[in-house]
């Protein structure tokens, strides 16, 4: 639960290729099954099978129209798009929550999702990264921490790239999930 003192700015921020911007359940219905139609192409099996369960469900428009209003309910969707044609090439799921130690930041769970056609290009480190440079500056975010299979060695090394280390005393350890945290 979000404190009534502080609220999460909405995430925004561009890099060299790409555009980041929030929607939310206010967001107008025609961006919302305009993000719904390209991620129903862009969560294939292969880029959903290290994911939750219930991307996992996602198949078509409806699914996805679906798995999109339930998501922006729960957390802040950041789409982010290809700078030069506004083509969706991937999201973040960002799950603020109080530091309990201090109660003028955020932690900010993570979760991100490349397109298939984008991956290998290093629009995943560059979405990171300037995730990352947004938080810094933020002002808000006390620290960043996400989750991959082991399996998803890729993902692992992104996000150690962009400075995120493995947690040693991982207490939400699930399975073969590596759980990785930067502060600021």
Known sequence: MLS???????VTFRTPRLTAAALSSTSSPHVLSAVSTQLASILTTDVT?????????????????KWLLSTVAECQFVTVSLA??????????????????????????LGYVV?????????????IAGLVAWSRSSGVVKALSGGASAE???????????????????????GNTVFLTITF
């Open 4 to 10: 009534a003192i502080m609220t999460f700015p909405d």
């Open 49 to 65: 099978r290290h994911l939750p369960p219930d991307i996992q469900t996602v198949c078509d428009t409806e699914s996805a129209a």
């Open 84 to 109: 030069d044609d506004d083509a969706l090439a991937g999201f973040f799921l960002l799950y603020p929550e109080i530091d309990a130690h201090e109660s003028d930041g955020y932690l900010l769970r």
């Open 115 to 127: 397109a298939e056609r984008y991956q290998g290009q290093g629009l995943a480190s560059e979405m």
């Open 152 to 174: 998803n060695v890729p993902s692992i090394k992104v996000l150690e790239k962009n400075g995120f280390v493995r947690d040693e005393n991982d207490e939400n350890h699930q």
